[in-house]
């Protein structure tokens, strides 16, 4: 199966997509028991929402 952003878009493969979004979302739930839980259910659950919605447009890579 493939989905089709729009038509300027490229293809996106479907099992790619699910396979990076699971483990993202297996990676921030990770990051939450290493730092001892120290957010809320609810707070994580909304990150993770702006998270997966976000459109990226712009990232830049800096050195140390």
Do not use: P
């Not at 493969?13 to 297996?26: K, P, Q, T």
């Not at 990676?27 to 919605?53: H, L, P």
């Amino acid at each position: 199966m493939h989905i089709v952003m729009d038509d300027s878009a490229r293809t996106i493969d479907y099992e790619i997509m699910l396979s990076y979004r699971m483990s993202a979302f297996v990676g921030v739930i990770m990051y939450w028991a290493d730092t001892d839980f120290k957010y809320s259910a609810s707070y994580m659950a909304e990150q993770v929402m702006i998270q997966t919605n976000q459109n990226l447009n712009y990232i830049e890579f800096k050195n140390r």
